[in-house]
Each structure stands twice: as structure tokens, then as C-alpha cells.
């Protein structure tokens, strides 16, 4: 019996981590917003977020923007990079993502093609890095006065 229990306690916990395989999942969770007429905020008053949406949330390898199809703004045709994976948020606006570590773009489906949440520096395409046995969460919004 107790042979069977030190087996049992080695398969489920000691041999998917000798195998490379996390036990702590790590990658990308958060809310996605839509803002329609952004503005300041008054003095004294918090920034509204706008109203959760339920949207596309596409993960492609780090990209930049020379690799935008038909680029406006922060509103695009679509993107030339390899798609590493995608989930609807829900009505509430969130989502989460398992992903390997590592360094990502992060997109939002917006009418017939994509949104860019947020540039990083002159050329990449809203980056989010993901580490070993952790979740990054970020808070994604749209802001409809940006696109024209």
C-alpha cells in the first residue's frame, strides 16, 4: 500500500517537473474596456475606464509596426506576425491566456480588423511579457475617438 502511494505521489507531482512540464501555469489575464468619446478628467475625479466589452483577444509573436496591414491611427487591416492564440473576453470584458514566457503582442478585434491598445517605444506593438510561474495582468481599452 504504501508502494502504491509513493508511486501515485511520483506521477502526479515529481514526473511532469522532471519532464520540463510547470505545475504554475503562468500568462496574460485582464479586462478589456471600450471608451467612446474620451476625455480629461475633471479635477478631482478618477479617469473613468469606460464599459466592459466582450471582444477578440489575439497573442501574436512580438511585433512592430512595419508588420501593420493598412495601419490608421490605432486601428489596423491586420498584422503580419505568427498568431500564438486568441479567446473572446467575456460580457464582463475579461479574459485569460496560458502562454509559455516570453515576450508578446497583445491585440483587440475591433469592426473588421484590429486595435492597438498601446505602442511600446517608436516601433513595437503593445508588448507584454509573460515570466516563469506568473500571471501578468493588464487592462486593455478601446478608445472609439481614435479611430477615424
Given at each position: 500500500m504504501r508502494y502504491k502511494a509513493i508511486q501515485f505521489i511520483f506521477l502526479v507531482c515529481l514526473a511532469p517537473i522532471l519532464m520540463g512540464f510547470?505545475?504554475?501555469?503562468?500568462?496574460?489575464?485582464?479586462?478589456v474596456w471600450m471608451e467612446k468619446n474620451a476625455s480629461m478628467p475633471l479635477k478631482g475625479k478618477a479617469?473613468?475606464?469606460?464599459?466592459p466589452i466582450s471582444t477578440m483577444v489575439y497573442v501574436y509573436e512580438?511585433?512592430?509596426?512595419?508588420?501593420?496591414?493598412?495601419?490608421?491611427?490605432n486601428y489596423a487591416k491586420g498584422i503580419q506576425a505568427?498568431?500564438?492564440?486568441?479567446v473572446r473576453s467575456d460580457k464582463a470584458g475579461k479574459f485569460k491566456l496560458r502562454l509559455a514566457p516570453g515576450k508578446?503582442?497583445?491585440?483587440?478585434?475591433?469592426?473588421d480588423g484590429i486595435y492597438i491598445p498601446f505602442f511600446s517605444g517608436n516601433t513595437g506593438l503593445a508588448f507584454?511579457?509573460?515570466?516563469?510561474?506568473?500571471?501578468?495582468?493588464?487592462?486593455?481599452?478601446?478608445?472609439?475617438?481614435?479611430?477615424?
Open positions: 510547470s505545475i504554475l501555469p503562468q500568462g496574460i489575464m485582464g479586462t479617469k473613468q475606464k469606460g464599459l512580438a511585433a512592430h509596426l512595419n508588420q501593420l496591414i493598412e495601419q490608421d491611427g505568427k498568431i500564438i492564440k486568441q508578446y503582442t497583445i491585440v483587440l478585434g475591433y469592426q507584454v511579457e509573460v515570466s516563469k510561474h506568473q500571471w501578468q495582468e493588464i487592462d486593455l481599452t478601446i478608445i472609439d475617438s481614435s479611430i477615424n
